[in-house]
């Protein structure tokens, strides 16, 4: 069965440092989304993308964030400058196009970021 | 603006017992409704959703969910707990316009005694 991977499973970092999240959604997918999870909250919306535009995003979602599609599988999210309160799982989703399957996304085991 | 209330961050029953989990969600057109589980440092596993097709919606590991539009809810039931089921629940309720986002609740916590 088709799935959502991510990559890495951890990732520490120091703060300030830029990291880079990435995620392979399901093959024929072409909504993509990040969530994040602080440890013990509950799971809140960042970003959703599609045809190489961000659709929609949240406050959470500020300019030290960004997306990116680099090439036909990947789904990257890039955290410029890390800061403690980053520290957080991140679940990459994807969805498809048409139809009920717009509404049921797809999610990856998820990234637990460490910012030191 | 469509949301999601979870009614109860812990809920705890005895081995064999019923496990009601309670979910209400405002949404001003048809929405579509989910309920995820976690177990402790891992993903979100989809137990079960609800599309509009029958109102009572039957899931992995012998869970169910009935939606009732007149009372805005989506209660998540198993007639008989186990200790695997201990584990933390999301209701979550899918944005319907441009972005179509999942919007989760806060949360249950599910404690299962011996």
């Known amino acids: 069965e088709p799935e959502v991977t991510q990559t890495p499973s951890h990732q520490v970092t120091q703060m300030g440092q830029e990291v880079i999240l990435r995620c392979v959604p399901i093959?024929?997918?072409?909504?993509f989304y990040w969530y994040r999870q602080i440890l013990g909250q509950k799971v809140e919306f960042l970003v959703s993308?599609?045809?190489?535009?961000?659709?929609?995003k949240s406050e959470i979602f500020d300019d030290q964030f960004s997306v990116e599609r680099p090439d036909g599988s990947n789904f990257t999210l890039k955290i410029r400058s890390t800061k403690l309160e980053d520290s957080a799982m991140y679940f990459c989703?994807?969805?498809?196009?048409?139809?009920?399957?717009?509404?049921?996304?797809?999610f990856g085991p998820g990234t637990r970021l460490t910012v030191l | 603006a469509q949301s999601v209330t979870q009614l109860g961050s812990h809920v705890s029953v005895s081995e064999g017992a019923l496990v009601l989990l309670r979910c209400n969600y405002s949404?001003?057109?048809?929405?579509?409704l989910f309920w995820y589980v976690q177990y402790p440092n891992q993903g979100l596993q989809l137990l079960l959703k609800?599309?509009?097709?029958?109102?009572l919606v039957k899931g992995i590991n012998g869970f169910e969910a009935e939606f009732k539009k007149s009372e805005t809810s989506f209660h998540l039931t198993k007639p008989s707990a186990h200790m695997s089921d201990a584990a933390e629940y999301f209701c979550?309720?899918?944005?319907?316009?441009?972005?179509?986002?999942?919007?989760f609740g806060a949360g249950t916590r599910l404690f299962v005694k011996a």
């Open positions: 949404s001003s057109v048809p929405p579509y």
């Open positions: 609800y599309t509009s097709a029958a109102t």
């Open positions: 093959s024929n997918h072409l909504y």
């Open positions: 989703a994807s969805s498809t196009t048409y139809g009920q399957g717009l509404y049921e996304q797809f």
């Open positions: 979550a309720v899918s944005k319907n316009t441009g972005g179509f986002k999942t919007i």
């Open positions: 993308f599609y045809n190489n535009e961000i659709s929609e």
